[in-house]
C-alpha cells in the first residue's frame, strides 16, 4: 500500500559567509501543489537586513508577482514557515560573520513536485544537471568536474 500524508522530507543547515552576494531567485520545488511542501527556516544567528536573510516574493506560490519583496529578519531562535513554492532569495552578507540558518522540509506524500528521485524517479537527477548546465556557465563546468570525477 502507498503512503500518503505527511513526511519529513529533508534537514540542511545554511552558511552566509561574509561578502556573500546575492542569491539568485529560486523556489525549493519546481510544481505548485495543494500543500506540497512546507519549508521551516530556524535562524541560529540573528538574521538582520545586511547579513544574508532571506527575501520573499509575496503571492509568488499563488502565481501572482506583486512587484516587490519582503525581507525576514526574525530574532534569533524565530521560526519562519513559508510555502517552498514561494519564489525567494538569500541577498548579501555585507557583515564581518557568518549567518546559519537551519532549513526543515516537510512535504505530502503523492504530490511530487521536487528535485529529489523520489519526487520524479531515477531520472530526475539527470535532468536537473542537464537543466543547470544549459542555464549556468559556472554551473556547466561544475558538472564537468563531478562527470570527470
Known amino acids: 500500500a502507498e503512503e500518503t500524508g505527511p513526511f519529513f522530507g529533508r534537514i540542511s543547515l545554511i552558511k552566509t559567509p561574509p561578502g556573500s ?3 539568485k531567485h529560486h523556489r525549493d520545488i519546481n510544481f505548485p501543489g495543494p500543500l506540497a511542501q ?3 527556516q530556524v535562524a541560529l544567528t540573528p538574521l538582520v537586513a ?3 536573510p532571506l527575501s520573499y516574493v509575496p ?3 499563488r502565481m ?3 512587484g516587490y519583496e519582503i525581507v525576514a529578519n526574525p530574532p534569533l531562535g524565530s521560526v519562519v514557515l ?3 513554492f514561494c519564489e525567494h532569495h538569500g541577498i548579501e552578507n555585507h557583515c564581518a560573520y557568518d549567518r546559519y540558518a537551519m532549513y526543515y522540509e516537510f ?3 503523492g504530490v511530487f513536485s521536487g528535485y529529489t528521485a523520489s519526487h520524479f524517479g531515477p531520472q530526475s537527477s539527470a535532468h ?3 537543466f543547470r548546465a544549459f542555464v549556468d556557465a559556472d554551473l556547466r563546468q561544475w558538472v564537468n568536474h563531478i562527470q570527470a570525477s
Request: proline content about 4%; cysteine-free.
Open 82 to 84: 513559508y510555502d517552498s
Open 64 to 66: 501572482i508577482t506583486p
Open 50 to 52: 545586511n547579513n544574508g
Open 21 to 23: 552576494g546575492l542569491q
Open 128 to 130: 536537473m544537471m542537464a
Open 107 to 109: 512535504e505530502t506524500r
Open 38 to 40: 512546507v519549508t521551516v
Open 59 to 61: 503571492g509568488s506560490h
